[in-house]
């Protein structure tokens, strides 16, 4: 199983930034893409983006391309969440999750993922 656990989240003015961390343990072979999701409060959980672990790739939706930015440390195993430009709408719980990309293909970043940090709350405030 991989083991994956967030920090860095926070309180931060709109317009700030933070970088959120998700650091991964176990058996991290098994997951070869590594997501961000977020679930605003009174709504569904909803993704955000995704990175290739060899770097072959990233995906962002288009509500945050261009303030966020996930990179990873290969040698720490640990996934990054670059979020600049906060507005208070980005306010949420920040989940990092994991998946094997089976498919090949140009939808590799879709859900569903497999494996699941406990996350971490962002609250941005206007």
């Known amino acids: 199983q991989v083991r994956l656990v967030e920090s860095g989240g926070g309180l931060v003015q709109a317009g700030g930034s933070l970088r959120l961390s998700c650091a991964a343990s176990g058996r991290t072979y098994m997951s070869d893409v590594m997501g961000w999701f977020r679930q605003p409060p009174g709504k569904q959980r909803e993704f955000v983006g995704a990175?290739?672990?060899?770097?072959?790739?990233?995906y962002y939706v288009d509500s945050v391309k261009g303030r966020f930015t996930i990179s990873r440390d290969r040698a720490a195993d640990t996934l990054y969440l670059q979020m600049d430009n906060l507005r208070p709408e980005d306010t949420a719980v920040y989940y990092c999750?994991?998946?094997?990309?089976?498919?090949?293909?140009?939808?590799?970043?879709?859900?569903?993922?497999?494996?699941w940090g406990q996350g971490t709350q962002v609250t941005v405030s206007s």
């Open positions: 990175i290739k672990r060899n770097g072959g790739g990233s």
């Open positions: 999750a994991g998946k094997m990309d089976f498919s090949g293909s140009s939808n590799w970043f879709r859900p569903p993922y497999d494996y």
